[in-house]
């Protein structure tokens, strides 16, 4: 067994059919598709593979223990661009946003899954990989244009990878943070 997961945030249905009117215009203008193979989200951990039933259980119970965050408003704004190779919506840093990503991370890490996790760097892919060749025109089209949308954030994905693409696969619903069981001390 080994399956690739992908710990993300999914925008509300009205926000990703936005999201997708752009990435779908995107990909018939410039002849890209590769982004399109990928639901519209913001990626909180990197995929990764996961090849035995108890690494699994182990990553979902450090996800589980992750979850214990107040809800927040998160905000899409404008577009921006990796120069040369991905062009994205910004997705505005806030407390919230880096709060989840860090318990993510510190949760996940003894699991040891990656070998060094990037900076993170919150974005929102519209296209990549196959837009070296275009990539100044898509960010000239995109350059006076303007967009914002903002949802609250109560809840994070995971995706897996199946069938050649990514699915939904559970959720994690935020708890109230003052609820998190404590950690057993000699001295409390």
Same mark, same amino acid.
Request: aromatic share 14%; proline share 6%.
């Given at each position: 067994?080994?399956?690739?997961?992908?710990?993300?945030?999914?925008?509300?249905?009205? !926000?990703?059919? %936005? !999201?997708?009117?752009?990435?779908?215009? !995107?990909? %018939?203008?410039?002849?890209? =598709? #590769?982004?399109?193979?990928?639901?519209? &989200?913001?990626?909180?951990?990197?995929?990764?593979? !996961?090849?035995?039933?108890?690494?699994?259980?182990?990553?979902?119970?450090?996800?589980?223990?992750?979850?214990?965050?107040?809800?927040?408003?998160?905000?899409?704004?404008?577009?921006?661009?990796?120069?040369?190779?991905?062009?994205?919506?910004?997705?505005?840093?806030?407390?919230?946003?880096?709060?989840?990503?860090?318990?993510?991370?510190?949760?996940?890490?003894?699991?040891?899954?990656?070998?060094?996790? #990037?900076?993170?760097?919150? &974005?929102?892919?519209?296209?990549?990989? %196959?837009?070296?060749?275009?990539?100044?025109?898509?960010?000239?089209?995109?350059?006076?244009?303007?967009?914002?949308?903002?949802?609250?954030?109560?809840?994070?994905?995971?995706?897996? =990878?199946? %069938?050649?693409?990514?699915?939904?696969?559970?959720?994690?619903?935020?708890?109230?943070?003052?609820?998190?069981?404590?950690?057993?001390?000699?001295?409390?």
């Amino acid at each position: 067994m080994e399956n690739l997961f992908l710990v993300c945030l999914i925008p509300p249905l009205s !926000i990703t059919e %936005d !999201i997708n009117e752009i990435r779908t215009y !995107i990909s %018939d203008q410039f002849n890209v =598709h #590769e982004s399109l193979k990928r639901p519209a &989200h913001i990626t909180l951990y990197p995929p990764v593979k !996961i090849s035995s039933f108890d690494a699994e259980k182990q990553f979902f119970n450090a996800l589980a223990d992750a979850s214990f965050l107040q809800a927040f408003t998160q905000v899409l704004r404008n577009f921006n661009s990796f120069p040369e190779h991905t062009f994205y919506l910004d997705v505005e840093q806030n407390d919230g946003l880096m709060l989840l990503e860090k318990q993510i991370t510190k949760a996940l890490q003894p699991l040891k899954l990656i070998e060094k996790k #990037e900076k993170f760097n919150p &974005h929102l892919t519209l296209a990549f990989r %196959d837009i070296k060749p275009i990539f100044k025109q898509i960010c000239a089209e995109f350059k006076d244009r303007r967009f914002k949308r903002e949802f609250v954030v109560s809840s994070f994905s995971v995706y897996k =990878h199946m %069938d050649k693409r990514w699915q939904p696969f559970r959720e994690f619903s935020f708890k109230a943070p003052d609820t998190k069981p404590k950690a057993l001390s000699l001295f409390d």
